[in-house]
């Protein structure tokens, strides 16, 4: 069964170096503003965006010769996008580059997408394929001269959720989370 992700998670992160703490927080604090007013502009709200906690370390530079010395203060900072509206999130994650013309240095990664109604499609999906079950059993049992009788035990098996088109399986199954169009298997 084909399904279409309907939720999506994206991650990114913005970095500067600059020669002092002072500088480096306030080039921070500027570069946050810019980024959370761009996606605005895009058409994300506020409280779709997460900012996680401002990091910062000693960023050192390594001589001729061996030896370093520190030449001042490496900052960065990761946030998320969450909306419904996979293929907005697909898109912003591509389009955001742009700001490195304005000298932001940004990395974004591969969104996550999901697919919210899973739990009501494993049900549709089990009775549809204990329905299989039961006319293949019974065609074995015909075949040999016999009669199937009741279920003794069940088992769900796993659930397969992969790209389209994608012949990846596991024993324990996959849930793809790079693709907006996935296709969902069980086996019984």
């Known amino acids: ?3 279409t992700s309907d939720f999506a998670t994206w991650t990114a992160s913005f970095a500067t170096t600059t020669p002092t703490l002072a500088e480096g927080h306030s ?10 007013n761009y996606l605005i502009e895009n ?46 999130i697909r898109d912003i994650s591509q389009q955001i580059t742009e700001l490195m013309a304005e000298g ?30 039961k006319a293949r059993a019974e065609e074995m049992a015909k075949s040999s001269g016999n009669k199937i009788g009741s279920i003794l035990s069940a088992s769900q098996g796993v659930f397969q959720i992969t790209a389209v088109n994608s012949t990846e399986i596991a024993d324990y199954g996959i849930n793809d989370r790079s693709s907006i169009e996935k296709t969902q298997a069980n086996s019984l």
């Not at 080039?27 to 959370?36: G, L, N």
């Not at 960023?59 to 030896?67: D, P, T």
């Not at 990664?109 to 009775?127: A, E, F, H, K, V």
Request: proline content about 1%; charged content about 20%; overall charge neutral.
């Open 1 to 3: 069964m084909n399904i």
């Open 27 to 36: 080039r921070m604090v500027a570069i946050k503003e810019r980024i959370e």
């Open 43 to 88: 058409g994300f709200s506020k409280d779709s965006i997460e900012f996680q906690t401002l990091g910062s370390h000693g960023h050192i530079e390594f001589m001729r010769g061996g030896g370093s010395r520190a030449i001042g203060q490496r900052f960065h900072q990761i946030f998320t996008v969450n909306s419904f509206d996979v293929n907005k």
């Open 104 to 133: 932001i240095e940004i990395n974004s990664w591969q969104p996550q997408c999901s697919y919210t109604g899973l739990n009501d499609l494993r049900i549709i999906m089990l009775s549809e394929a204990t329905k299989d079950a």
